[in-house]
């Protein structure tokens, strides 16, 4: 039985939740979620470059023949503990925002889910964005691994970025679920932060596992799990991959192709031989750093897809009755792609964060919005 399973037996018989949300009563009238806009994106132009991996036709791209050629991820090590994580957050998904206005009760349940043992919250609370900096070794923890440096508080007060996962998106998923079993404000609206907050974690997760994959194999593992839960491509996807899929195959296809560069090269450069990026030969460095960009700006694409078809949303009727929180969605995750953007055209990212600022936007405003995003970020 999925942790989903039990919690909903629970909510049918004896939930010994039932002394932290009560029986439904003071829940907040709200209207049904709204779904991302199922407008088409056209990504005709784009393509991959010259220097990308091509699992598909691996006879065309310049990396030497490998384990992922084909497209069929390979275990590095045992299925990873990250498919359970993301399995959580379907079940959270499933709970708050893929169904009727959520209840104090759901968000307990969807709560309970998130912080299994050494579950989806425990890795949100020491999350690194490795976009950003890392944190200086004269400052590093002697008790925490490298990776795990965030876990330290004062490592996390100095370096907020960089420590995303405890300073930026456990806050504001914290902050949403105590508002959502409290019965405080639009439940709709915390869903929708929560949403963001997941989304998010798995963009950077993926990302971040991917490079520590260098030094510790398995790791590849995890970002493979952490995209899709645990299935292939063309398989039954979930989490981050299941969005990306459902509104933007090519998109989809192309973080695939991105983990099963990064994969290719474990394959290739053995961690025995080399165990760490230092120890890799010139020849190696340059083939990981082209497979983790590879990855990397098909993760950017990935998540500017849900943040644009959020903003299309924004003028559906469907969307009429949850106008604020499909917005809550939309400034999440458009502060979190900001460096992205900026890195790309200041501008840009100066005028999407007037739009993203405002609460009211109108129709011109959206599609400014989206026309901004595609410009600056168009594939992955």
């Not at 349940?109 to 004269?138: C, K, N, T, W």
């Not at 500017?304 to 969605?329: G, I, K, M, P, Y």
């Not at 792609?337 to 964060?353: C, G, I, P, T």
């Amino acid at each position: 039985m999925t942790l989903f399973a039990t919690l909903v037996a629970c909510r049918a018989g004896d939930d010994p939740l039932d002394g932290d949300a009560g029986d439904g009563d003071g829940d907040v009238a709200a209207g049904d979620p709204c779904d991302p806009a199922d407008d088409p994106i056209d990504e005709s132009a784009c393509g991959p470059l010259d220097t990308d991996y091509l699992p598909a036709d691996s006879d065309a791209d310049t990396y030497p023949a490998c384990i992922s050629d084909g497209g069929v991820y390979e275990l590095v090590s045992d299925p990873p503990g990250s498919i359970a994580r993301i399995e959580a957050a379907e079940e959270i998904a499933e709970l708050l925002w893929r169904n009727d206005a959520p209840t104090r009760e759901d968000f307990t349940m969807a709560r309970a889910a998130y912080e299994f043992d050494q579950g989806l919250g425990s890795r949100v609370e020491r999350r690194e964005d490795l976009h950003y900096p890392e944190i200086p070794e004269a400052e590093w923890d002697p008790g925490l691994d490298p990776d795990k440096q965030c876990a330290n508080t004062q490592n996390a007060e100095n370096h907020p970025d960089r420590c995303a996962g405890p300073v930026k998106i456990r806050p504001l998923i914290n902050d949403a679920f105590i508002a959502g079993m409290s019965g405080e404000g639009d439940p709709n609206v915390h869903a929708a932060r929560i949403e963001a907050g997941i989304v998010w974690f798995s963009y950077i997760s993926v990302y971040k596992e991917a490079f520590t994959c260098v030094a510790t194999p398995k790791d590849c593992d995890s970002a493979w799990a952490y995209y899709g839960g645990g299935a292939q491509a063309d398989g039954d996807v979930i989490g981050f991959a299941r969005f990306v899929r459902d509104y933007s195959p090519t998109a989809h296809q192309r973080i695939f192709d991105g983990i099963l560069a990064v994969r290719c090269f474990r394959d290739l450069y053995s961690a025995d031989d080399y165990p760490t990026y230092a120890d890799l030969p010139a020849e190696g460095q340059a083939l990981f750093d082209r497979a983790w960009e590879q990855l990397d700006d098909a993760l950017a694409r990935g998540f500017t897809v849900a943040l644009r078809q959020h903003l299309l949303a924004h003028d559906d009727e469907q969307c009429s009755e949850a106008l604020e929180a499909n917005w809550a969605f939309v400034q999440v995750v458009g502060e979190a792609l900001d460096r992205e953007v900026r890195e790309r055209d200041a501008d840009a990212a100066d005028e999407l964060a007037t739009i993203y600022a405002l609460s009211e936007p109108s129709t011109a405003d959206i599609e400014r919005a989206v026309e901004l995003l595609d410009m600056v970020i168009p594939c992955g």
